[in-house]
């Protein structure tokens, strides 16, 4: 009876520790990543959302005003209640959830300011600093190389 209760004592361990490392894996996305899209550079943070979903936000801009001193906005969001989210705000990245058998963020959106148009989005490392992000819209897909900063 004594061995059975270590044996169970160590199998819970066991299942612990493997839970630990799934959730540090899932977790190497939550950071800051330097981007550069189209002339313009950014930062975008990776944050782990209360549903257990990741999320990316745009924390910073290279040059958040037009030429006139305003501050630039998500003017061309489908949704005309986001119209007035400071562009250094936008939620980019929404609804990504780790896949352990594949290593990739995926399930989720990558939303472009620049044309307020989303598509589908997957997340993996190609190193340990260099997160590669593919947008795609049916058929067609295209990847962008963000830069792990923080």
Known sequence: MKNLFKLGVCTLAML???SAFAQTAADKIVGIYK???EGNQSKVRFTKCEDGTYQGQIIWLSQPNHPDGTRKMDIKNPN???RN???DQIVIVKGIRYNAEKNVWGGG???K???GKTYKVECSFEDEHTLRVK???G???LSRYWKKVE
């Open 85 to 87: 989210t400071p562009a």
């Open 80 to 82: 005309p209640e986001l």
């Open 113 to 115: 300011p620049i044309n």
């Open 109 to 111: 959106t990558v939303y």
């Open 16 to 18: 612990f520790s493997v």
């Open 35 to 37: 981007v550069e899209e």
């Open 135 to 137: 947008g795609s819209l």
């Open 139 to 141: 058929p067609i897909s």
